[in-house]
T-cell receptor, first 113, second 116 residues
Framework: QQQVKQSPQSLIVQKGGIPIINCAYE??????FPWYQQFPGKGPALLIA?????SEKKEGRFTISFNKSAKQFSLHIMDSQPGDSATYFC????????????FGKGTRLSVIA | DAGVIQSPRHEVTEMGQEVTLRCKPI?????LFWYRQTMMRGLELLIY????????DSGMPEDRFSAKMPNASFSTLKIQPSEPRDSAVYFC??????????????FGPGTRLLVL
């Protein structure tokens, strides 16, 4: 049973484009939704996160949109750059702090110049 | 801050051998997580500790896997005996509910394990 479903598996965009990655979750007890970015040979690193009391959060070129009723959230990357080429994971967890993350399967993004 | 430290970074071993992976969490963090990453299954939780106590080990594949956290600054994940299907990247992550970014889990660089 996959608790967090992520799509697409891979994505290729031109530099300056706006890639969108979507995730859906099943467990209504989840209340923390982060996105992690992973470069080859590195560990995942937190990019941006949202809690269900807001519908959107923006940090720099990265925006999370959150739809609580649909149990969906998405990542938008504005003005994408080749340096954004990485694998992106959505995740979810219950409660604050010290509980495990449930990850989506990941999206491999390639931004071509 | 040195971040989460994992060793070794790469491990190649033969089937049947014992493998020990090590993790040093960020100082002051009291939650530690072991995840495994494979192409087929993605990132999966194996086990996690709060205040050095194992809370949930339901993700540990079978009895061949064991994990310990003898103190706040060190944890091990042991596989005995190892099998080719254990080949994966193993990540350790830590977090602190008391920090301003309490939900953030900080990942180490991972240990890439290959069992021949």
């Amino acid at each position: 049973q996959q608790q967090v479903k992520q799509s697409p598996q891979s994505l290729i965009v031109q530099k300056g484009g706006i890639p969108i990655i979507n995730c859906a979750y099943e467990n209504t007890a989840f209340d923390y939704f982060p996105w992690y970015q992973q470069f080859p040979g590195k560990g995942p690193a937190l990019l941006i996160a949202i809690r269900p009391d807001v519908s959107e959060k923006k940090e720099g070129r990265f925006t999370i949109s959150f739809n609580k009723s649909a149990k969906q959230f998405s990542l938008h990357i504005m003005d994408s750059q080749p340096g954004d080429s990485a694998t992106y994971f959505c995740a979810a967890s219950k409660h604050s702090g010290n509980t495990p993350l449930v990850f989506g399967k990941g999206t491999r993004l390639s931004v071509i110049a | 801050d040195a971040g989460v430290i994992q060793s070794p970074r790469h491990e190649v071993t033969e089937m049947g051998q014992e493998v020990t992976l090590r993790c040093k969490p960020i100082s002051g963090h009291n939650s530690l997580f072991w995840y495994r990453q494979t192409m087929m299954r993605g990132l999966e939780l194996l086990i996690y500790f709060n205040n050095n106590v194992p809370i949930d080990d339901s993700g540990m594949p079978e009895d061949r896997f064991s994990a310990k956290m003898p103190n706040a600054s060190f944890s091990t994940l042991k596989i005995q005996p190892s099998e080719p299907r254990d080949s994966a990247v193993y990540f350790c992550a830590s977090s602190s509910p008391r920090s301003p970014t309490r939900e953030t889990q900080y990942f180490g660089p991972g240990t890439r394990l290959l069992v021949l």
